[in-house]
């Protein structure tokens, strides 16, 4: 399989359009905050870093994976959350500012951990003691799509506030409109993965979604932080960069059968990614708003 370019030319334009929209309800005091409490970052970084790959290895010894899927695995735990973490707690009502703080410091982070854990996932499952150059050229396009368009839309908010509010229902509209965008393209373009691969691999990511998106929200309650910081570390640690993942697989690797696993979960975090988000909104953000208010 091979990286779609409809799909890698439209992806991070549209994304970058949507950051922009993120900006306009960010201020330098949402930075601040973040690091005058960075329990928050230090837990996030710690189940992303410590905890998910571990995860990836159990589940690929569990199902039995070929070795190439079960490295496909690991490599897509070790990679850092994308954009598309930041747009999911965006429309959750989640701390936008410390999804964008989680990416920036989880992408640096990427450059020794995703290496390591990689170079561990060939010496354990395949029995090789290939060497993993970190993906230096991918993280610095991540944080280009990330910082750039929220920088830009954090100055439109600083000099015309007016225009920023305006424009807050009608972001939240397109934002809504791109990920259903990307659900159906990513649906298209992996109909003939998901069809020949689901039955071996996709219960397998499903899972190791599901246990990252519950286990960012889980750790961000247990440290007493609010709802909307425990939603935005379940997505930065919940919804991996997908795109990393197959680059690095297919480019760095070379390993066809390693850019699979991620190429079946980019599928499913859009679907899963939305229904969490569905439940912040529903149930968990109105208890949390209520408790404060009793």
Do not use: C
């Not at 991070?12 to 929209?21: E, F, S």
């Not at 598309?84 to 410091?105: P, W």
């Not at 259903?180 to 071996?200: D, H, K, N, P, S």
Request: glycine letters at 10%.
């Amino acid at each position: 399989m091979a990286e779609n370019p409809i799909f890698s030319l439209f992806l991070p334009l549209a994304l970058g359009i949507v950051m922009i929209g993120l900006g306009l309800h960010l201020s330098l005091a949402d930075f601040r905050r973040v690091a005058q409490a960075p329990k928050a970052v230090l837990v996030a970084l710690g189940v992303q870093t410590g905890l998910l790959p571990p995860v990836a290895f159990g589940l690929a010894w569990a199902f039995g994976l070929p070795p190439e899927l079960g490295i496909g695995l690991v490599l897509l735990a070790a990679s850092p959350g994308g954009v598309t973490a930041n747009l999911f707690s965006h429309l959750a009502r989640g701390d936008v500012a410390l999804n964008i703080t989680l990416t920036a410091i989880n992408s640096l982070l990427a450059l020794l951990s995703l290496p390591l854990w990689t170079a561990l996932a060939l010496a354990l499952l395949l029995g090789s003691d290939q060497a993993v150059p970190p993906p230096t050229r991918k993280v610095v396009e991540v944080g280009v799509l990330v910082i750039l368009p929220v920088a830009i839309g954090m100055g439109l908010r600083a000099w015309r506030p007016a225009l920023a509010s305006r424009l807050d229902r009608p972001v939240r509209l397109a934002s809504t409109l791109v990920l259903a965008g990307l659900i159906v393209a990513a649906v298209v373009i992996e109909r003939q993965t998901l069809a020949t691969y689901a039955a071996v691999v996709g219960l397998a990511a499903l899972l190791f979604n599901l246990a990252s998106l519950l286990a960012g929200y889980a750790a961000g309650r247990a440290i007493r932080l609010g709802v909307p910081q425990a939603t935005a570390i379940a997505f930065e640690i919940g919804i991996h960069n997908g795109t990393l993942a197959i680059f690095v697989a297919l480019h760095v690797l070379g390993m066809a059968g390693a850019a699979v696993v991620p190429a079946i979960y980019s599928l499913l975090m859009y679907l899963t990614g939305g229904l969490f988000a569905w439940w912040v909104l529903k149930r968990a953000l109105p208890r949390a708003e209520g408790l404060r208010s009793a």
